[in-house]
């Protein structure tokens, strides 16, 4: 289409019209290599965090899915193309924008802090 194919572009689209929950197409930079299988095996253990990563079978992050669920759904993790090197990934979430969102962050911040003995 730009008859650049030294261009490299890493990109998302998505259309999802919902009330509710939204969603964030990440493009992430890391300081070591990184796999999207480790990345996904990170998340699995987060806190918070659904992976729902498997689009050959049509189960990827949704809003409508989102809704009314705490957790962030994570998913379409992929090594991000634009880059030379394994230091990138891409990766799209939804989540709730009522149940999962600066208020309650801010309390799970707190009960860490607090579990920790920091305040």
Do not use: W
């Given at each position: 289409?730009?008859?650049?194919?030294?261009?490299m572009?890493s990109?998302?689209?998505v259309?999802?019209?919902?009330?509710r929950?939204?969603?964030?197409?990440?493009n992430?930079e890391?300081?070591?290599?990184?796999?999207?299988?480790?990345?996904?095996?990170?998340?699995?253990t987060?806190?918070?965090?659904?992976v729902v990563?498997?689009?050959?079978n049509?189960?990827?992050p949704?809003p409508?899915?989102?809704?009314?669920?705490?957790d962030v759904?994570a998913g379409?993790?992929?090594?991000?193309?634009?880059?030379?090197d394994?230091?990138?990934?891409?990766?799209?979430?939804?989540?709730?924008?009522?149940?999962r969102g600066?208020?309650?962050n801010?309390?799970?911040?707190?009960?860490?802090?607090?579990?920790?003995?920091?305040?």
């Amino acid at each position: 289409m730009l008859h650049a194919p030294e261009l490299m572009i890493s990109c998302t689209s998505v259309r999802v019209p919902i009330a509710r929950a939204h969603s964030e197409s990440l493009n992430l930079e890391f300081e070591e290599d990184i796999t999207p299988e480790e990345a996904r095996e990170i998340l699995r253990t987060a806190e918070g965090v659904k992976v729902v990563d498997d689009p050959l079978n049509g189960l990827y992050p949704m809003p409508l899915d989102a809704t009314a669920k705490y957790d962030v759904l994570a998913g379409r993790i992929r090594q991000d193309i634009s880059r030379n090197d394994k230091k990138g990934l891409d990766m799209f979430i939804s989540g709730d924008q009522l149940l999962r969102g600066a208020a309650l962050n801010a309390v799970e911040i707190a009960e860490h802090l607090v579990k920790r003995g920091l305040v």
